[in-house]
């Protein structure tokens, strides 16, 4: 079992959607973070997160570590969001990556 | 905004051939790392190094993968002997005043070809 589970594995939604995607994991972790891939391969780091919710933007993170689960919510969504969506846990000093979300917005 | 600066962008090397890929972490950072994406999986942690030594690594990073500081600036990952397996997207990343979670910054990634 992959110690960080994500949902859905692709996602489709036009424009103007509220999207959520959701990650599990199942090992005690220092934090989390949610990070984006677009096609060209590079990752940038949205969200880092240890209790509670961020915001930034359109792009609001949640965490509860009780019950070991986040969501990734972006609200209005455009097609400039189209990318890879992933959730990495902290441990140590490494990160434990999720498969990823392919979000594709259609206008 | 701070960049990590991977180079090169793109390497195709002969099956059996030593390599080296480059990096040059965010200046004030203390923590780097190397990763790495097999076409089609996920990112894959390599190793983590902190004060100039090894503070993690996976079990992926065997006896052919080495890592160094040379300098101030840059941050090398080492292939000694690649095999075909080895190809894949090649991250540094590097983060924390802070600590190891902080400010988790990735370079542009090379794309690393073993034929």
């Known amino acids: 079992k992959n110690e960080v589970e994500q949902s859905p594995q692709n996602l489709t939604a036009q424009e103007g959607e509220f999207i959520t995607i959701n990650c599990s994991y199942s090992v005690g972790i220092s934090a989390l973070h949610w990070l984006q891939q677009h096609p060209g391969g590079g990752i940038v780091s949205l969200f880092m997160?240890?209790?509670g919710k961020k915001k930034h933007g359109r792009l609001i993170a949640t965490i509860n570590i009780q019950e070991k689960h986040s969501s990734l919510h972006i609200t209005a969504s455009h097609p400039r969001d189209s990318a890879v969506y992933i959730c990495?846990?902290?441990?140590?000093?490494?990160?434990?990556f999720g498969e990823g979300t392919q979000l594709t917005v259609n206008p | 905004e701070p960049e990590v600066t991977q180079t090169p962008s793109h390497q195709v090397t002969q099956m059996g051939q030593e390599v080296i890929l480059r990096c040059v972490p965010i200046s004030n950072h203390l923590y780097f790392y190397w990763y790495r994406q097999i076409l089609g999986q996920k990112v894959e942690f390599l190793v983590s190094f902190y004060n100039n030594e090894i503070s993690e690594k996976s079990e992926i990073f065997d006896d052919q993968f080495s890592v160094e500081r040379p300098d101030g600036s840059n941050f090398t990952l080492k292939i000694r002997s690649t095999k075909l397996e080895d190809s894949a997207m090649y991250f540094c990343?590097?983060?924390?005043?802070?600590?190891?979670?902080?400010?988790?910054?990735f370079g542009s990634g090379t794309r690393l070809t073993v034929v």
């Open positions: 997160l240890s209790s």
């Open positions: 990343a590097s983060s924390g005043v802070k600590g190891p979670g902080y400010g988790y910054t």
């Open positions: 990495a846990v902290a441990r140590g000093s490494r990160l434990t």
